[in-house]
């Protein structure tokens, strides 16, 4: 009986990865970047002004999949939350920075936003923060794994075959309904770690065997924003900080053409702005990485899916803000690209309360 349950799953799957597969040929085969005529949805004013509650269904008769590894829901955590809308919401509105805080819906941010249609789930993927355990949690919920642990790593990243849909998958009045009604989720944490975060994994670590990191970008990196040349003749492939710091500062055409170039993978370093349009699209919740222990249960339980399914195993220590490394590697980098750096990453932490990091600007 078991077995034959289990066969008709398998078909089903089979015939759903077939026509997601069909779908991303067609759609996915150039990542769109930036505002180049691409279409934008025009969302309305929210309405997500439901309460916790509200939003936690009556029936949870389903029962836990996955040992729970972080403590448990903290009710206090409403407020903070509600505190992090108002925040954002009014950060909006500033409009000394609001070139750096309004995009547009482009397919480029269609393309980050990940779809849960059985709990009404949008989440926009942010690396460096824990995304892949997200991505678990919302494949365990469209049904095709029992529990997190059983999602193999290599298919957390592989769209085609994961049955987690993008959001820019579907038709612009899907979209528009889906952003409209579904929660709707991103995790942030301080932006500066955040790049230094990106620059280990990418350029220096490249623990997931991802070559053009460091054969493609780096050099093209190194060639525009590298001081001196006579250092890279010494080393040319290995991108430092400072070159790192300096692209990223750049707020002119050139950066821009560059990123158009890279394509998706600028999605490990661009303004959280820029991936999920946080002014644009109304989110019920912004986690931070950085108190991930307390916003992970909070997020399971506003989404109403805890109890469904539980968040990996968070090890200690790994969310803290660490001064000391940021202070490390910016040491040595000239204020100026330091606060060319900041200059357009501000919105970043104006948006989500992140302190200003005077002890590097000053
Ligand atoms: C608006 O943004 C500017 C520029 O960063 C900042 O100095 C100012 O304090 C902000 N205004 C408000 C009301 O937060
Ligand atoms: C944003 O506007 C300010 C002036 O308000 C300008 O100096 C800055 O270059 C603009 N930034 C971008 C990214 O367009
Ligand atoms: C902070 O970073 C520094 C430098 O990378 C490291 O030596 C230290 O162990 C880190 N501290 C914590 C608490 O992780």
């Given at each position: 009986?078991?077995?034959?349950?289990?066969?008709?799953?398998?078909?089903?799957?089979?015939?759903?990865?077939?026509?997601?597969?069909?779908?991303?040929?067609?759609?996915?085969?150039?990542?769109?970047?930036?505002?180049?005529?691409?279409?934008?949805?025009?969302?309305?004013?929210?309405?997500?002004?439901?309460?916790?509650?509200e939003?936690?269904?009556?029936?949870q008769?389903?029962?836990?999949?996955?040992?729970?590894?972080?403590?448990?829901?903290?009710?206090?955590?409403h407020?903070?939350?509600?505190?992090?809308?108002?925040?954002l919401?009014?950060?909006?509105?500033?409009?000394?920075?609001?070139?750096?805080?309004?995009?547009?819906?482009?397919?480029?941010?269609?393309?980050?936003?990940?779809?849960?249609?059985?709990?009404?789930?949008?989440?926009?993927?942010?690396?460096?923060?824990?995304?892949?355990?997200?991505?678990?949690?919302?494949i365990?919920?469209?049904?095709?794994?029992?529990?997190?642990?059983?999602?193999?790593?290599?298919?957390?990243?592989?769209?085609?075959r994961?049955?987690?849909p993008?959001?820019?998958?579907?038709?612009?009045?899907?979209?528009?309904?889906?952003?409209?009604?579904?929660f709707?989720?991103?995790?942030?944490?301080?932006?500066?770690?955040?790049?230094i975060?990106a620059?280990?994994?990418k350029?220096?670590?490249?623990?997931?065997?991802?070559?053009?990191y460091?054969?493609?970008?780096?050099?093209v990196?190194i060639?525009?924003?590298?001081?001196?040349?006579?250092?890279?003749?010494?080393?040319?492939?290995?991108?430092?900080?400072?070159?790192?710091?300096?692209?990223?500062?750049?707020?002119?055409?050139?950066?821009?053409?560059?990123d158009?170039?890279?394509?998706?993978r600028?999605?490990?370093?661009?303004?959280y702005t820029?991936?999920?349009?946080?002014?644009?699209?109304?989110?019920?919740?912004?986690?931070?990485?950085?108190?991930?222990?307390?916003?992970?249960?909070?997020?399971?339980?506003?989404?109403?899916?805890?109890?469904?399914?539980?968040?990996?195993?968070?090890?200690?220590?790994?969310?803290?803000?660490?001064?000391?490394?940021?202070?490390?590697?910016?040491?040595?980098?000239?204020?100026?690209?330091?606060?060319?750096?900041?200059?357009?990453?501000?919105?970043?932490?104006?948006?989500f309360?992140?302190?200003?990091?005077?002890?590097?600007l000053?």
């Amino acid at each position: 009986m078991r077995h034959h349950w289990l066969l008709v799953g398998v078909c089903g799957w089979a015939l759903l990865i077939l026509v997601f597969v069909g779908k991303f040929i067609t759609s996915r085969s150039v990542d769109d970047y930036g505002d180049r005529g691409v279409q934008s949805w025009t969302v309305p004013p929210p309405k997500l002004d439901k309460t916790v509650a509200e939003v936690i269904p009556e029936d949870q008769h389903a029962k836990p999949t996955d040992r729970p590894s972080i403590p448990p829901f903290d009710p206090d955590w409403h407020s903070v939350n509600e505190k992090r809308i108002e925040l954002l919401s009014s950060m909006c509105k500033n409009s000394s920075i609001s070139n750096l805080t309004h995009v547009s819906i482009s397919k480029f941010v269609l393309d980050r936003i990940f779809v849960c249609d059985k709990h009404k789930i949008l989440f926009c993927q942010t690396p460096k923060v824990g995304n892949t355990q997200w991505k678990k949690v919302l494949i365990v919920l469209n049904g095709r794994f029992p529990a997190v642990h059983n999602v193999p790593e290599y298919l957390v990243h592989d769209h085609a075959r994961n049955g987690l849909p993008r959001l820019s998958s579907l038709t612009p009045q899907e979209i528009s309904h889906r952003l409209n009604t579904y929660f709707k989720f991103l995790i942030v944490r301080d932006p500066f770690e955040r790049l230094i975060s990106a620059f280990k994994d990418k350029f220096v670590k490249n623990p997931r065997n991802e070559p053009w990191y460091k054969q493609d970008i780096a050099p093209v990196i190194i060639r525009k924003y590298r001081k001196s040349h006579r250092d890279s003749e010494l080393t040319p492939s290995g991108l430092h900080f400072e070159d790192f710091v300096r692209y990223l500062g750049d707020v002119g055409d050139h950066r821009r053409r560059m990123d158009q170039q890279f394509g998706a993978r600028i999605i490990h370093w661009v303004t959280y702005t820029e991936l999920c349009a946080p002014c644009e699209i109304q989110y019920s919740v912004v986690g931070h990485h950085e108190t991930l222990e307390q916003d992970a249960p909070y997020i399971l339980r506003a989404a109403g899916i805890e109890g469904l399914v539980s968040y990996p195993h968070i090890p200690p220590g790994i969310t803290h803000y660490n001064r000391t490394k940021v202070e490390q590697y910016f040491s040595g980098i000239s204020k100026l690209d330091i606060r060319r750096l900041f200059a357009r990453y501000q919105s970043d932490f104006h948006l989500f309360g992140y302190p200003i990091p005077d002890f590097l600007l000053n």
